[in-house]
């Protein structure tokens, strides 16, 4: 079983919709959590980290449900820009290691 | 202030030639990785460095070895490339201690084994 599983998509929306992306996580001694953005043949690039209480920056909402073990990213009013590959990762504090699932691709169309 | 800088960007080479990826950054990070990124697979990684002095193996460590040189580098070798090696390879620092951290990643090797 993969530590880090997500959909892969691609989630094709217009302009200014909202759209959710989840993630879930097998192990349940993961300590953090982050959403990351993967532009085509770049690297990732950090879009957020995930607090426990959920967390805005902008138009992403990202939120935790340790009991589900799974991570959210909510984006609110898209924009071409957005039009990515999400990825999300979690890292085991003890083995300070990170997990990255497969990434989740979205299109934002006009 | 140049954050994790990879070279090569782009390579190319034949079944069985060796070569070494070079990582630097300049974060004052102490945990360095390798991670190779293929269709489908997202983000594996291969080999990990939590400090100075230490290396160890990750998820595909077969086929590579890893030098960390000093704080600031982590090189990546492959001794007898094979055409499964072709992808995307990437190296990330991380700062100490637990928290909201995320990596800093540099901008990507292309390597191509024919």
């Known amino acids: 079983r993969k530590e880090v599983e997500q959909d892969p998509g691609p989630f094709n929306v217009p302009e200014g919709a909202t759209v959710a992306f989840n993630c879930t996580y097998s192990n349940s001694a993961s300590q953090s959590f982050f959403w990351y953005r993967q532009d085509c043949r770049k690297e990732p690039k950090l879009l957020m980290s995930?607090?426990?209480s959920g967390n805005e920056d902008g138009r992403f909402t990202a939120q935790l449900n340790r009991a589900s073990q799974y991570i959210s990213l909510l984006i609110r009013d898209s924009k071409l820009s957005d039009s990515a590959t999400y990825l999300c990762?979690?890292?085991?504090?003890?083995?300070?290691?990170?997990?990255f699932g497969s990434g989740t691709k979205l299109n934002v169309k006009p | 202030n140049a954050g994790v800088t990879q070279t090569p960007k782009f390579q190319v080479l034949k079944t069985g030639q060796s070569m070494t990826l070079q990582c630097a950054q300049d974060?004052?990070?102490?945990?360095m990785y390798w991670y190779r990124q293929d269709p489908g697979m997202g983000l594996r990684l291969i080999y990990y460095?939590?400090?100075?002095?230490?290396?160890d193996k990750g998820e595909v460590p077969n086929g590579y070895n890893v030098s960390r040189l000093n704080k600031r580098e982590f090189s990546l070798r492959l001794e007898s490339a094979a055409p499964s090696q072709t992808s995307v390879y990437f190296c990330?620092?991380?700062?100490?201690?637990?928290?909201?951290?995320?990596?800093?990643f540099g901008s990507g090797t292309r390597l191509t084994v024919v």
């Open positions: 974060m004052n990070h102490n945990s």
């Open positions: 990762v979690v890292r085991l504090y003890n083995f300070n290691k990170f997990y």
């Open positions: 460095s939590a400090s100075e002095g230490t290396t």
């Open positions: 995930v607090y426990s």
């Open positions: 990330a620092s991380s700062p100490p201690g637990t928290g909201f951290y995320g990596y800093t």
